[in-house]
């Protein structure tokens, strides 16, 4: 089965920790994505990948890290550089050339205690 | 800059009856558009999507859109909603991005209740 998939589906971080959330895809999409959604804002833009190697930040990037040393893998590090970490993840991912729409994971939900 | 505004937070909604959730977009360029469904706790799954062509697009469970160039709309429709409709429902606008790939720029989101 083709689609993208993402680990853990619940986090708890201490305060002051990096933690890394897992996306994985097999659906050989160039593109990938990383965005937050927090209650009543939506989803925001925090990295994406358009290539292996290669990424640009989103509109939110601040106290977050991506890397793209693989094409289906696009790991996402919350550092504690982030003020505000408690959200819920979504990863996603489209073909290249652009115009068609995104698939998404099922999404992680981070909370810090 | 896009945007996308959805101005409804909340829809509820009695079951068999007529629903329209609103979404306006701003863009200076064309633009592809989505809506996308949300059920609690898990990620987004496409509805319905306008690439090009005829302005009335539709999905396979019942919901319609129609984009509207002149009044920068893309308004979701259905003529009798079912419980299982009851979900939270975002409105997306599509940037192409140089080098190939897309950026989804979401509305807030509209949540969906449909009564008995």
């Known amino acids: 089965d083709g689609g993208i998939t993402q680990s853990p589906k619940y986090l708890f971080r201490k305060e002051g920790q990096n933690v890394t959330l897992s996306c994985e895809q097999n659906l050989n999409h160039d593109a990938m994505y990383w965005y937050r959604q927090d209650p009543g804002q939506g989803l925001r833009l925090i990295y994406y990948s358009q290539i292996v190697n290669d990424f640009q930040k989103g509109d939110i990037a601040e106290g977050y890290s991506v890397s793209r040393e693989k094409k289906e893998s696009f790991p996402l590090t919350v550092t504690s550089a982030q003020k505000n970490p408690t959200a819920f993840y979504l990863c996603?991912?489209?073909?290249?050339?652009?115009?068609?729409?995104?698939?998404f994971g099922q999404g992680t939900r981070l909370t810090v205690v | 800059a896009q945007s996308v505004t959805q101005l409804d937070s909340q829809v509820p909604v009695f079951e068999e009856a007529p629903v329209e959730l609103r979404c306006n977009y701003s863009?200076?360029?064309?633009?592809?558009l989505f809506w996308y469904v949300q059920y609690p706790n898990q990620g987004l799954q496409l509805l319905l999507k306008?690439?090009?062509?005829?302005?009335l697009v539709e999905s396979i469970n019942g919901f319609e859109a129609e984009f509207n160039k002149s009044q920068t709309s893309f308004h979701l429709r259905k003529p009798s909603v079912h419980i299982s409709d009851t979900a939270e429902y975002f409105c997306a606008v599509s940037e192409l991005l140089t080098g190939g790939g897309n950026k989804l720029t979401f509305g807030t989101g509209t949540q969906l209740k449909v009564e008995l």
């Open positions: 306008y690439l090009s062509g005829s302005t």
């Open positions: 996603a991912s489209s073909p290249t050339p652009g115009g068609t729409e995104a698939f």
């Open positions: 863009s200076s360029v064309s633009v592809y």
